[in-house]
């Protein structure tokens, strides 16, 4: 399969939004089950030992006008969760059997409570990922509440989870997250073979495929584009920041592109490659997602950093390891954490000498040339002003 | 010496430069073509229009060391790099009128100043808002109502004696003003120059809100419109208002040349930057 191929079959994906894959995957088997799960982070891992089929719930993007999902929330509050009660309302999810919301931010918290209102018929799991990192403390906790999922998710697919499960879908994901690191190191590394439009698309794929199906979509294309004679442009090589969690549209990473920026780093997506090394697949199995969770040295605004001093450090990082020039600071209207952490994360750059700029999106941005001069004259100041 | 082009893909037509750029005043322009984009594929007027320019500046399309684009840089898959329209018109405005510290961009969608430095650095600026009546396709639009050429626009402008005035606000408004005159029987120079001075009034408030004085380079398609330049020398005098307009044979280049120098600029940056060997 060519890249061309394998990008039209992601985009068809994005846009499904009445999950008719969700639903024909359910259809091929017996008491199928599919499990939404809300970003930032949740322990795929779980939802595919019980025999389900993880499905992000990325909101609707520019495609659904929202009427109802509006009148749950206040003005201040940000897109997706509106578009999610949307979706919801609408019947959109209706290929959902239950959803997991991670501990992200209040908003997502309290969209967990309006779920279990509106949808007292589908599972609704909040989940409170340890702030503590001690492993006597916050480990212990952690451990407890995977089990807990895991029995909520028993009790939605009618059958036991064992050991057994969890190692084989912990050996899946972590193939997962190999191939998708490959993705981003190669990006970083030529970024014109890999356009942040095709790698976005290959990542939200992963939102509605099985885990095994999504592997062999990343080898092939990581195989295809090789083997691509694509052009390479004086471009500014760039890392995005604060997309973490509501998504913005494919139309915005496209302006940005298009605006002469290559994008050699940045935190969509984050499910798809949280942690470092791979989850041990030896030994209690949520003992090892625990741990994996605990060591991690993954840095976002919703995840709470004990050290002050280390805050921005990892942005840094990605800024020096990427041979980047500059960062994009883009962040979902009212996105508390994204918003809140931007000051200390500029006071950082500004420390280090690193170029910035800031922008505000939501999910349905169509106003997009406001975001085009502002990365294009970005771009031009870095290729045009910097000492490099 | 650095052989680049500039490709300035707007939304009526694409232009081309081809330039010689040795640094500071050793630059000169090669050859240019215009090519409208009416009725045609977007890709093929881009290729037409480059193709032209080459040939007008005599140069194989191999030597060029740097294609710079500015405008709808997708249009263009042969690009070296892209500039944003500001950028490239502030250093093509630069160019053309060298005692220049702002350009003032006025082309089909949008009029726009920029204020810059000596080496064409971007400072400030401004820019019409969604309304199309500081615009070019505006006055298209009119020239179409009254069944007169784009080129005699400005020379009729210049013939008024008693202009109209319009709507300052609204194209649309602007339109149906144009249409009432007609039925009124007022001359068409007289409607021309009263849509002249109500464009000319938006786009000296641009300039006063940039804190620009002194000499701007004006860029883009309209700046070849006679009639228009005229009618905003007239509303700054009256306003008292110290604007030198200098309009240049050139200046619907103005993007592409921009976007020439500046490539040639990064060619040779990318050179002293990459490992030799």
Known sequence: MGVEAIIGRCQGLLEDLDLACVSEWKAAGEGRKAIGFLPVYVPRELIHAAGALPVGILGAGEELEIVRGDA???SYICHIPRSTVELGLRGKLDALDGALFPSTCDVIRNLSGIWQLMFPEKEAIYFDVPQNLDPQVGGVFYRGLLAEIVTRLQRVVGRDVGADDLRAAISAYNASRRLVRELYDLRAAEPWRVPTSEAYLLLRAGMRLPVEEHNELLANYLTAVRDEDRALRDNARIVITGTFCEQPSLDLIR???HAGCYVVDDDLMLVTRWYGPDIRTDGDPLDAIAEAWMSADD???????????????QLVDSVRRCGAEGVIFAAPSFCDPALLDRPMLQAVLEEEGIAYTSFKYSENTA?????REQAGTFADTIKLWSDA | MTLSAGVDVGSNSVKAALVDDGGADARRLLGSAVQRIRGMDLADAVEECYEAALAAAGVEREAVDYVATTGESESVPFRTGHFYSMTAHARGGLFLVP????????????????R???RGKVLDYRMTSQCASGSGQFLESISRYLGVALDEIGELSRRADDPEAVSSICAVLAETDVINMVSRGISTPNILKGIHLSMAGRLIKLIKAARIEGVVAVTGGLAADEGLIAAM?????EREFPLDLRPHPESALAGAIGAAIWGAFRHRKLSRLAPAG
């Open chain 1, 299 to 313: 840095e976002t605004p919703c995840r709470y950093v004990a050290d002050g001093t280390r805050k921005g450090q």
């Open chain 2, 99 to 114: 005692d220049a510290r702002a350009a003032l961009d006025i082309g089909a969608l949008h009029g726009r100043v920029i």
């Open chain 2, 233 to 237: 020398t007239e509303a700054a005098a």
């Open chain 1, 367 to 371: 106003q997009l040339q406001p975001i």
């Open chain 1, 255 to 257: 302006t940005l592109e």
């Open chain 2, 116 to 118: 810059m430095d000596e």
């Open chain 1, 72 to 74: 749950c929330f206040q």
